[in-house]
């Protein structure tokens, strides 16, 4: 169950945030299964189900309140499930982030083709340029969104040097390799191809996704910015679990650049840099050997 005065705080900000007149009780607390910074649960109330994330507020601060806003990104062009969310806040020393609670079901037949056709439509909505208008987090790790115009520009500056910097502050990155990727860094704008700014998940891997009642897909736990397509795309393919339907589909409906298989180890760099930076050991080989493709 939950804390007593974290439950009392949890039912005031949803019944504030839901607009009640009678103020919502917390029926039960379900611990389920979360990540490696969240706990997570389900709570059914007198106003019905919802999911609850928490953690350490001093450890991650504004992190629920930037996820709020990831959310509200990628539900406003309406193109595909994203769970409502509801309020954030912080209760003695936790923060929280209260949703929707997505009911989980069978995959329909066209489940991958419906899916991809989905992340097609989300990464044609665009902006003038690649960032976004706040930082926020991918995993326990701040996220810079700073808007460059320029995709490589962005890249560089937002993304691969200020994760190769803390690893190399953390003695996980060797020098030799730091210079490795800023020789890739001054590359960039010969090895990407040009696109609009797309607007992306950021973090679209098998585990943040979730098949509904519908049979169709929920996407979740998003490091949302405007960003090169490819970057989505690359996630998929780094920890696999995405059908090959997917991406044929995905490719009849919003062509990807030619060449873009190859790039693929350019855009996992990133997500390698955050596992690198958060667990170490493997990691560093995975980085090396990105890095040797491009040099």
Known sequence: MLDFTIQQELEKSLTVHLQLSVKLQIIHAERIHGGDINETFRIDTTQGRFFLKMNDAAKH????AREMCGLEELRLPEVIAVPRPICSGVAGNRAFLITEYVEKGAAS??????????????????????????????GSIKQYN??????????????????????????????????????ICRKLPELFPEEPP?????????????????G?????????????????????????????????????????????QERL????????????????????????EALEQFN
């Open 61 to 64: 601060p504004e992190m629920f």
């Open 265 to 288: 180890p350019l855009c996992q760099l990133y997500p390698l840099l955050v596992h690198l930076n958060l667990f170490g050991g493997s990691y560093y080989s995975d980085v090396k």
């Open 146 to 183: 700073t808007p460059y115009s320029s995709w490589a520009v962005f890249y560089a500056m937002n993304r691969l040097l200020p994760l190769a910097k803390m690893a190399f502050d953390n003695h996980r990155l060797d020098s030799q390799l730091m210079q490795r990727l800023e020789k």
């Open 109 to 138: 037949p066209d489940f991958w083709e419906n899916f991809a056709a989905s992340m097609a439509r989300m990464h044609q909505q665009t902006r003038p340029w690649f960032g976004l208008n706040t930082s926020n987090y991918i």
């Open 216 to 260: 169709r897909a929920c996407i979740f736990d998003p490091a949302v910015y405007f960003g090169h397509r490819e970057m989505d795309m690359a996630m998929t393919r780094l920890f696999g679990g995405f059908d090959t339907r997917f991406y044929y589909t995905y490719q009849a409906i919003h062509p990807l650049e030619q060449g873009w």
């Open 198 to 214: 797309a607007l992306l998940h950021g973090d679209l891997w098998s585990g943040n996704f979730l098949v509904a009642q519908n």
